[in-house]
């Protein structure tokens, strides 16, 4: 492959990687933890993980495709950095905002009950059954 477009490509795949490096990370740890999270964990973790992606790519393509005891230094930091990330994530699940939407779990409280009103019919009878018994 000719170097005058290896530059360019690589650049492609950083930022394809970010876009991946985000949507897997939305659909593994959720879209609402992601979007409680503080914005310079997000920015760098993503960054240091697309950078990682073509570090390894890089490397590989320096060596003729052979694995060195480089790019296996870059797979454990992108590990580190998946880890990290798993890690942020959790913290950001565990410490989440209370529902303030607590009105369905409660049930409803009786105050008073009304009794049924009584017709001038049933007060006699009622009468009658008292006074033959």
Not at 104 to 117: C, G, T, W
């Amino acid at each position: 492959m000719d170097k005058r477009f290896l530059r360019p490509l690589l650049i492609a795949e950083f930022l394809l990687a970010l876009q991946v490096v985000f949507t897997v990370w939305s659909q593994v740890g959720g879209q609402y933890h992601l979007d409680l999270m503080f914005w310079p964990w997000k920015l760098g973790v993503s960054v240091i993980a697309a950078t990682l992606v073509v570090a390894i790519t890089g490397n590989l393509l320096k060596n003729g495709g052979t694995i060195t005891r480089r790019s296996l230094m870059y797979i454990a930091a992108m590990m580190v950095t998946l880890i990290v990330a798993g890690f942020v994530t959790y913290y950001y699940h565990v410490n989440e905002p209370a529902d303030d939407d607590d009105e369905d779990d409660n049930p409803v409280k009786i105050s008073r009950v009304v009794p049924l009103p009584t017709t001038s019919l049933q007060i006699k009878e009622d009468d009658r059954l008292r006074d033959s018994g």
